[in-house]
């Protein structure tokens, strides 16, 4: 019985010593490098928008990539921001920690709007093997790594004028959310749709966007007349800002809004603002605060008489706002202060205070925080009459409140294997 035994494991042995030899030979005439978890070489958490980790590990094959930043030897930390022609300029940080600690540098790479989707993620990837190569220098595939320079012609290192027919201005065209919902007792219909024009230089940006959105309900009762609600918000923003330097900006604003369940039959604002950056503005991606004061005035048409006997009038009001935004690795926060008033009786104001807070916290774990706080005092387009029960539950009347409160708390948890190196991209 022993023997028997013994005759059935090594049995059992060898298959799984061929099947792994043969394993191995298919990798190998893949033609690329087998993945394999190894303790000698960096591990890497990719952290950012614009990551395409499917390809990413496939392409860069040489470091072990986890899903928990606690656990990485190198924390790649990326932030984008759109430039001029309606590019994006891509900031990646490489963070070295336990033995790499006292490597920590920030490499950047713009791509124009016209770069396709593949040559965006090629483009990152040409960062990331870049900056990966002061870590894998300490290790024992150091001897295995080469360095290329693609030298380019003498033209390209001189300044050239770009001949640009559409002189910066980038354009879109949007529709969606169009909805159709049919009961035997209802019928509704909702959609919405609008215009950008844009252009960003590096002393200017300037928006034209028109827009519009409209909600439709019928709802048919057996002994009286079907409920017919019609709500819609349209508008027409537009603003041009000029760089003061690398702390200033101002400009001009101008907008329409046409919105009935407000009692907005048209308003117009136009007003100025300036904005101060603490911090310079190319460092805006990863840290800002900023401090805004805008001075406007407007006037509206209201559909029906207000509480405060109006059915126009002109208005000058001024606004001061105060943010800050933090991207870091461990997470974000973001919030502001936002406080204003009209002249005419400064008992008509308003203030916001509002934050978004994202925490990792360890293994996987992330914490989410929201919240806001309004005191509203400055209703001024509240018709005069009670509502009737159609119109609040219909969401056509704006209903009077001194506050308005809103919060929420998200919590994610990943767990399982420490290690991401395997790409399987089935269905």
């Known amino acids: 019985m022993i023997f028997y035994r013994l005759f059935h494991i090594l049995i059992l042995i060898s298959i799984i010593g061929v099947s792994t030899h043969v394993l191995e030979a298919v990798e190998k005439s893949s ?25 990413i590990r496939t392409e860069i094959t040489f470091v072990n990539y986890v899903r928990d930043p606690e656990r990485a030897d190198i924390h790649i930390f990326k932030t984008d921001e759109r430039v001029g022609r309606g590019g994006r300029e891509f900031e990646i940080s490489f963070i070295g920690q336990r033995s790499y600690q006292d490597i920590n540098y920030t490499l950047k790479r713009t791509v124009s709007q016209n770069a396709t989707y593949d040559e965006i993620r090629d483009e990152i990837n040409e960062v990331l093997k870049i900056g990966l190569a002061p870590f894998m220098m300490r290790t024992p595939l150091a001897s295995r790594f080469s360095l290329f320079y693609d030298i380019p012609d003498e033209d390209l290192l001189k300044e050239v004028s770009v001949d640009d027919s559409w002189n910066n201005w980038i354009f879109e065209i949007y529709a969606g959310r169009f909805q159709l919902g049919l009961e035997s007792n209802r019928r509704d219909f909702s959609g919405r ?10 002393d200017w940006k300037i928006r034209i966007r028109p827009y519009f959105n409209y909600f439709e309900v019928e709802i048919k009762r057996e002994d009286d007349e079907p409920i017919y609600s019609k709500r819609h918000r349209h508008g027409f923003d537009t603003y041009v800002i000029m760089s003061l330097g690398n702390h200033w900006s101002a400009g001009l604003f101008g907008d329409y809004l046409t919105r009935n369940d407000q009692n907005l039959r048209n308003q117009f604002d136009v007003g100025s603002g300036i904005e101060y950056s603490l911090f ?88 989410n925080f929201h919240a806001d706080f309004e005191m509203i005092n400055d209703q001024l387009s509240l018709p005069a009459g ?14 009077a409140t001194d506050f308005s409160v809103s919060g929420s708390i998200s919590v994610s948890y990943i767990f399982g294997s420490d290690f991401a190196n395997i790409v399987n991209t089935r269905f």
């Open 280 to 367: 310079p503005y190319p460092e805006a991606t990863r840290k800002a605060v900023t401090f805004v004061y805008r001075l406007g005035y407007t006037y509206v048409d209201y559909y029906d008489e207000t509480i405060f006997f109006k059915k126009q009038e002109g208005l000058l009001q001024q606004r001061l706002q105060a943010s800050v935004r933090v991207f870091q690795p461990w997470g974000s926060i973001q919030g502001g202060l936002v406080g204003s008033h009209y002249f005419h009786d400064i008992s008509h104001r308003r203030a916001e205070l509002w934050g978004r807070v994202s925490v990792r916290i360890i293994d996987g774990l992330s914490l």
């Open 386 to 399: 009670k509502a009737s029960l159609e119109d609040v539950l219909l969401q056509q009347r704006q209903l």
């Open 193 to 202: 749709w609008g215009f950008f024009a844009d252009r960003v230089t590096e």
């Open 31 to 55: 033609g690329r490098p087998i993945i394999r978890v190894n303790d000698t070489v960096p591990s890497v958490y990719l952290d950012g928008r614009w990551f395409d980790l499917n390809h």
